[in-house]
């Protein structure tokens, strides 16, 4: 059984969707009442390769990481923050079972709801149409960044792309995990940060 | 100054969106109105890096392929044939310029409309927003599925995962095209290949 926020607060999801596009209050007591809060600690997995995803989360605080294992690597495919929605992709839209783990790489506060929440909210009240279509618009242009940083093959090329992004995980995110993010070694991404750190020569 | 689909047909644009979600007539009139027929020869480019995208067209016949430069390199990062909706993502979800070029790699016969024309029907006729957040879900899925291919390192598994989900593509693409878009040579994906169509000993 899931908690609910505490009455008279709004959900942190309820205040998420009115931000992106406006909707009735009715919409937003039924978020109220079918959201809940999850949290997390630091190296918890939230969701492993196989599995069927039916909830997606906002992050309140912390940040999260999805990676795949390929032989005996970690590569992680996306690295997310405070108010942005995680789910399994796969797993949420094309109901197939996920092929990433999910994992918080800090200590989370998520609000969560689920695939049928969405989907009743989707066809009872035609503005959250509206609010997840232009959603997706920003999600699907940010899936397509990830695509090109990861296709980019100079190691340089790709930090620049990243930092120019995500100028504002740098220090908040293990090295080893941008390191993997961005398909190098530890030492390719310590060697690049120390050269962009030095003054140019004049 | 574009030229209209022949009067008393649909475009199939119009036809398009109302398999997705249906529309009413009036959306169907102003879709008929306001796109139009384009032809590109095999080799000819829609878009090019630096430009901003104001168009989406479907292709109705012919197979497209966007790709980056890196140093004297390409690199191919996404395919698309019949049935498919096609723009530059960034210029046209995110207002940013393009960085890739989307180049016919077949005679095509698209059909096309403008971002306004788009936004017009969001703006007008709440419906759309159910089919854009439909068909958004669809291509984010995509996306993702295109991510993951990208970040597999083994030629393998991302050969694999590339016949699973497009092999309706692999005997009609040039086989450069489809090594620059799983990130190996031509001699790599022509050796998995003859690897895997040899029958498995018995």
Same mark, same amino acid.
């Given at each position: ?24 209050? !009715?919409?937003?007591?039924? #978020? ?9 600690? /630091? +190296?918890?997995? %939230?969701?492993? *390769? ?23 690597? !970690?590569?992680?495919?996306? #690295? ?9 992709? /796969? +797993?949420?839209? %094309?109901?197939? *079972? ?105």
């Amino acid at each position: 059984m899931h908690h609910n926020f505490p009455a008279g607060t709004n959900s942190p999801l309820a205040d998420f969707v009115s931000h992106i596009h406006p909707v009735k209050q !009715e919409v937003i007591q039924y #978020i109220n009442k079918h959201s809940f809060p999850h949290f997390m600690r /630091r +190296g918890e997995v %939230l969701i492993r *390769p196989g599995e069927y995803s039916s909830h997606l989360y906002l992050i309140c605080k912390g940040a999260v990481r999805a990676y795949m294992i390929e032989g005996s690597k !970690e590569i992680t495919t996306w #690295i997310c923050a405070e108010n942005e929605i995680i789910t399994s992709i /796969r +797993g949420f839209l %094309l109901r197939e *079972p996920a092929v990433e783990y999910i994992e918080a790489i800090e200590d989370c506060e998520l609000a969560g709801a689920s695939y049928d929440t969405l989907q009743y909210l989707y066809q009872h009240h035609i503005e959250m149409n509206v609010m997840g279509r232009k959603l997706l618009e920003q999600y699907y242009g940010a899936a397509e960044e990830r695509n090109i940083i990861s296709r980019l093959t100079r190691a340089e090329s790709k930090y620049n792309y990243f930092v120019e992004r995500n100028g504002h995980l740098l220090n908040r995110i293990p090295l080893k995990i941008i390191a993997s993010y961005l398909g190098m070694t530890t030492e390719t991404l310590s060697r690049i940060r120390k050269r962009i750190s030095k003054p140019p020569k004049s």
